[in-house]
C-alpha cells in the first residue's frame, strides 16, 4: 500500500484514492462487485488443493472387503472341493504347520479372481484390483504365518494381527496407483479393521462363516 502524508503535528497517513485497488480485486464474472484480495487468494487456494480421497479410501477397503469374503463365500458354496492347502501340509522347522489348513489355494486363486473383476466395476483398472488382491492375500498368508509361530491355532482369532497387514500391504502397496497419502492408508486399516470384525459376525448370523472371527 503506498501512502501519502499530511504536513503537520499529528497527522495521519492517508491512503492514495487507488489503493482499494492494491488490496483488492474484481470478481470475474460479477460486474462491479470487488472481493478482498485475500479472499481471492483463498478461494483459489480451495480450487486448486489435492481433491477429497475419500472415494479412494472406500473404494480400496471394499476391495479388500472382497479379497477377504470371497475365499470364505468359496468355502461355503464349494465345501472342501478343490481346497488344497497351500502350504502342501508340510510343518516349519518348530514342528507347527507353515500355514494351516484354511489357507488353500483355491481361497488365493478366488481372491484374486473377485479384486480383478470387481475394481472395473469400482472404476478401479483391474490390474490395480489384481494388486490389492495379491497384496492382501500376501499380507493374511503373512499374519497366519506369524500364528502359527506364536501357538495359534488354525483360524484362531488374534486381534489386530487378522487385520493390519491384510490392509496394510495392499494400501502401502498401491499408493502411487492410487495416489494414497499416509493418513488415506492410515484411515484404509482402521476402516477395514473395524469392517473386518462387523462383516464377520454377520457372515457368522448369515451362515457364511463357522466363526464370528
Known amino acids: 500500500m503506498v501512502l501519502r502524508y499530511q504536513r503537520g503535528a499529528g497527522a495521519r497517513p492517508q491512503p ?20 478482498p484480495r485475500f479472499l481471492v487468494y483463498k478461494a483459489v ?4 488443493g489435492p481433491p477429497m480421497q475419500l ?16 475365499p470364505v463365500l468359496a468355502n461355503k458354496l ?11 501340509r508340510r510343518s516349519f522347522i518348530d514342528g507347527r504347520p507353515v500355514l494351516g489348513p484354511s489357507k488353500t489355494i483355491r481361497g488365493l486363486i478366488v481372491a484374486l479372481t473377485a479384486t480383478s473383476v470387481c475394481a472395473p ?5 483391474w490390474t490395480t484390483g489384481l494388486v490389492i488382491g495379491l497384496a492382501a492375500m500376501a499380507g493374511d498368508l503373512a499374519s497366519s504365518f506369524v500364528k ?23 494400501a502401502v502397496a498401491t499408493m502411487n496407483l492410487m495416489a494414497l497419502t499416509i493418513v488415506d492408508v492410515i484411515v484404509v486399516v482402521a476402516l477395514f479393521s473395524v469392517g473386518e470384525l462387523v462383516l464377520s459376525r454377520v457372515l457368522f448370523k448369515l ?4 466363526r464370528p472371527y
Open 207 to 210: 451362515r457364511i462363516r463357522n
Open 121 to 125: 466395476l469400482l472404476d478401479v483398472a
Open 16 to 35: 492514495k484514492h487507488n489503493d482499494h485497488l492494491q488490496c483488492s480485486q474484481r470478481l470475474p464474472g460479477a460486474g462491479n462487485l470487488v472481493a
Open 55 to 70: 472415494q479412494l479410501i472406500l473404494k480400496l477397503v471394499l476391495l479388500l472387503v472382497t479379497a477377504n469374503g470371497a
Open 78 to 88: 464349494l465345501g472342501a472341493a478343490l481346497a488344497y492347502p497351500l502350504d502342501g
Open 45 to 48: 487456494l480451495v480450487q486448486v
Open 148 to 170: 502359527r509361530r506364536i501357538g495359534y491355532p488354525s483360524s484362531g482369532r488374534a486381534l489386530g494381527l487378522d487385520q493390519i497387514p491384510e490392509a496394510l500391504l495392499p
